[in-house]
C-alpha cells in the first residue's frame, strides 16, 4: 500500500523559511519522480518541483527558482522541499505526489504573511 504523508507546513513571515518532509511508503519511491505541486485558494494547481529518485535530477517551476530546493534521502523514502525568502504569493496547500503512478498526499497547509 503506497503512501505520501507531508509534514512541515505553517505560517510564516514573507522572507521567512520552511522545510516540508514527504515520507514515502511502498515501492514508490525507487526510480521514480516524486514532484510538489502547490494550490492556492482559487487558483489552479502547479507544479513547484520535481526530483527523480534515482538520478538525482530536479526541476522547477520558474517562480520558486533560485528560492526552493527539493532534496531526497533515499535511506528514508523521504523527499524534501526547502522553501526560503517566502513571498505572501507561496501561499498555498501543498501537495506531495508521485504523478507517474497517480499517487498524492493529503497535503500541509503554508501561509506566508
Known amino acids: 500500500h503506497v503512501q505520501l504523508v507531508e509534514s512541515g507546513g505553517g505560517s510564516v513571515p514573507a522572507g521567512g523559511s520552511l522545510r516540508l518532509a514527504c515520507v514515502v511508503s511502498g515501492s514508490t519511491y525507487n526510480g521514480n519522480c516524486l514532484s510538489w505541486f502547490r494550490q492556492a485558494s482559487g487558483k489552479e494547481r502547479e507544479g513547484v518541483a520535481t526530483i527523480t529518485t534515482g538520478t538525482g535530477n530536479t526541476d522547477y517551476a520558474d517562480s520558486v527558482k533560485g528560492r526552493f530546493t527539493i532534496s531526497q534521502d533515499g535511506a528514508e523514502n523521504t523527499v524534501y522541499l526547502q522553501m526560503n525568502s517566502l513571498k505572501p504569493e507561496d501561499t498555498a496547500m501543498y501537495y506531495c505526489?508521485?504523478?507517474?503512478?497517480?499517487?498524492w498526499g493529503q497535503g500541509t497547509q503554508v501561509t506566508v504573511s
Open positions: 505526489a508521485a504523478p507517474l503512478s497517480g499517487y
